[in-house]
């Protein structure tokens, strides 16, 4: 916490690392946010305590705690043997316990905004959503029209947005529900986590443009058959969640290979290697495509006992690539330092993400000098030496980490506000001033 203290208050201009020479590190990345974040919800409906080990301590975690706790959940913090903080046991909320009325701070955060109303109409009071001034921009027409769907009282001030206040009843019968989630995938996971606690379960069904960030809804309906409960996935744009208990559960989270995506561009944008240990054989996290991802843009890629490597080759080569999702931003960082075109396709909803990433990243990147372009559904990086100058985070964890990459390759880059990194890494200052240490090293080993 103190570290997220201390990354929080450097709001100002972080001049980025340059590196000197190829980094040559091991890198140990904190836990998973979207698994955190499932298995914090999960804990709180579940039919016993639990215990989380190794989990995510960050911005959004801790936003997530607090909604639990203030809808009548126990989360303590006790000893355990991940290397960035404590594990959690978490003690579930009463079902029918009166809240009177309370408040939850969803921050910035699209898994506490999404993730917890649909569980607060579970409990019995009146519960306001608010958040960080950008989350009031963030979309939220399908959690409001769902809740609304489910039997809810709202009061949305008309606005389809943050803040809202519902009023809950307790009792939730489910049963069919019709929702348009072409801007989130999340509005899907949402009601996936706590549909076996309706009374007639849910069956959930998409209408509208595809749903983004598919990966994260299977992420969802795996860790939810892994507490217990039953999930028919089987027809596209359906998903059918049978009533039941949620079985109380002690896992070891894994860590965020999205957030492990900055340290292997590095090896890319130094010509260098980045070793990540304790990278899963099998996961549910989009972050195991930088595999292949990186592949594309040029790297070489192996997998052996457990650790991924990643070896920068002679130049970053442009690519196509399709649904990045949350790995769009570090991806176009790399694209920006490639030697041909790219173009990223599939990422639309990026625009309702922590900011507009589709422009943010366009300004960003061609104020450094370079060629950018937004298409309707993507971006377009053309290859154009880049140069110094201040890359701006617009509170969003992933454009720092973005800017940071650029810095690595291309001198004098400034990073307006790293501290916004605590998001879900309030370690990256500390982890990428290692990374950094490394090139210094292999620099001053090359000269001698
Ligand atoms: O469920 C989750 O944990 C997430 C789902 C995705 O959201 P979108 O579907 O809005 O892209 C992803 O981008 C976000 O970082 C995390
Ligand atoms: C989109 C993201 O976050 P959120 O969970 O706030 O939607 C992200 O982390 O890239």
Redesign the pocket.
């Known amino acids: 916490m103190t570290e997220q203290a201390s990354a929080g208050s450097n709001s100002n201009h972080w001049p980025a690392p340059f590196a000197p020479g190829p980094v040559d590190a091991t890198v140990y990345v904190p836990a998973s ?3 955190t ?2 298995y914090l919800v999960l804990a709180a409906l579940a039919d016993g305590p639990s215990r989380l080990r190794a989990p995510l301590h960050s911005r959004d975690s801790v936003l997530m705690i607090d909604a639990l706790r203030a809808l009548g959940a126990r989360v303590e913090e006790t000893p355990g043997e991940g290397r960035f903080g404590p594990d959690l046991l978490v003690t579930p909320i009463e079902q029918g316990r009166e809240l009177g009325e309370t408040r939850v701070d969803c921050g910035l955060a ?2 506490v905004m ?2 917890v109303p649909p569980l607060a109409a579970l409990c019995t009071g009146t519960v306001t959503f608010d958040g960080d001034p950008q989350a009031r921009k963030r ?1 939220m027409g399908s959690t409001i029209d769902a809740l609304r769907g489910l039997g809810v009282r709202l009061d949305d001030g008309g606005n389809r947005s943050l803040p809202f206040t519902l009023a809950a009843s307790g009792d939730v019968d489910g049963g069919h529900l019709v929702i348009d ?1 072409g ?5 899907v ?2 009601l996936l986590l706590v549909g076996a606690k309706f009374r007639n379960g849910l069956h959930l069904e998409h209408s509208g443009q595809s ?3 598919l ?3 299977a ?2 309906v795996a860790v939810l058959r892994s507490v217990g409960v039953e999930v028919d996935d089987s027809r596209q744009n359906h998903w059918v969640v049978r009533p039941g208990p949620v079985k109380a559960f002690d896992v070891t989270v894994e860590q965020d290979l ?1 957030n492990a995506g900055p340290f292997l561009a590095a090896a890319l944008a130094t010509k260098g290697t980045v070793r990540i240990p304790g990278w899963p054989e099998k996961t549910t996290q ?1 972050g195991d495509k930088w595999r292949s991802i990186l592949a594309q843009l040029g790297a070489t890629v192996s997998y052996e006992n457990g650790t991924l490597t990643v070896t920068g080759g002679a130049e970053i080569t442009g690519a196509q690539l399709a649904d990045t ?2 790995l769009a931003p570090t991806t176009a960082a790399l694209c920006a330092l490639a030697g041909s075109e790219s173009r990223l396709t599939g990422i639309a ?2 625009r ?2 922590e900011t507009d990433r589709l422009a943010a990243l366009v300004a960003e990147i061609n104020a450094l000098g370079g060629d950018a372009e937004e298409t309707e559904d993507g971006l377009i990086i053309r290859p154009r030496p880049l140069h110094g100058g201040v890359f701006h985070s617009y509170e969003d964890h992933r454009m720092a980490t973005a800017g940071a990459i650029i810095g690595l390759a291309v001198e004098g880059v400034e990073v307006e506000d790293i501290g916004t990194t605590a998001k879900t890494m309030p370690e990256f200052p500390r982890l990428w001033q290692d990374l950094f240490e490394t090139s210094v090293r292999q620099s001053e080993a090359g000269a001698l």
């Open positions: 946010k979207s698994l974040n499932r699209g898994t999404r993730f979309p989630a801007a989130s995938s999340q509005f996971s949402a749903v983004p960030s990966d994260h809804v992420m969802t999205s989009v999702s949350e909803h990026l309702g993400h």
